[in-house]
């Protein structure tokens, strides 16, 4: 944990004084917990991540970790705060999640914008039809074919539940699984102030069960049917 919080913070070219200034912590504390001389909770542990701009899934190994570390029940809620670097996000940051599986019913995810990486985990997406539909701006058949070709990337496998099938189990909001070799697995849910994470083993094998229900009653967005392409403009 010490040596990934200081290799996050080494991407973004911050020093621990920075981290320190900006978080309203000692230096001494930052260093601290670099080299492992303290511990580091979860709410620290999130200000931490938020502020170096970590992906979703580095949030959820290292943050599923701690909190096996420390005994704490199998969910937990996080609520983002603080401030955000500037050049968060901005940087390459490697995961060793060895799949994702996602589903978003109302949005296109960010996932899919960057090219593939041999190194990276298996990646399922699972879509509603709706999206093209009440998706923020115009979706174009440009970014449908652009999102098609995605699809074919080594490990990215991208299904679409069509409009009005009869499903066998409906999911209330988006969700996203992660799984690591060594961190337990983790079911992230976002809401619209705090996400949620949720790692004990019943709670995993429920929404692995309807992902996998859902995902029966999709159609794979690389080998459309007839009917299948949506009503776009563009």
Known sequence: MATELKRLRETIGVLGDDVAAALGWSQSKVSR??????????????TLLHYYGAPLEVHAELMAATADAEGVPGAWIV?????????????????????????SPLTIPGQLQPAADPSSPSYTLLLDARVFLSWPGDVS???????????????????VIPLGVEQAVTAATPF???EFPAAPTVVH????????????????????????RLVADALDISAPVQGFEPRLGG
């Open 33 to 46: 917990v670099e080299t492992a001389r303290i511990g580091i909770n979860l709410r620290d542990l999130a």
């Open 141 to 159: 058949r440009r970014q449908v074919h652009a999102l098609r070709d995605r699809a074919q990337k080594p490990g990215i496998v991208v299904k």
């Open 176 to 178: 996203t699984i992660y």
């Open 189 to 212: 849910v976002a809401t619209q102030t705090a996400d949620l994470y949720l790692s004990a083993a019943t709670d995993v094998r429920t929404y692995g069960d309807v992902f996998d």
């Open 79 to 103: 609520q983002a705060s603080g401030p955000r670097h500037p050049r968060a996000g901005t940087q390459p940051i490697g995961s060793r999640a060895t799949s994702v599986r996602q589903y």
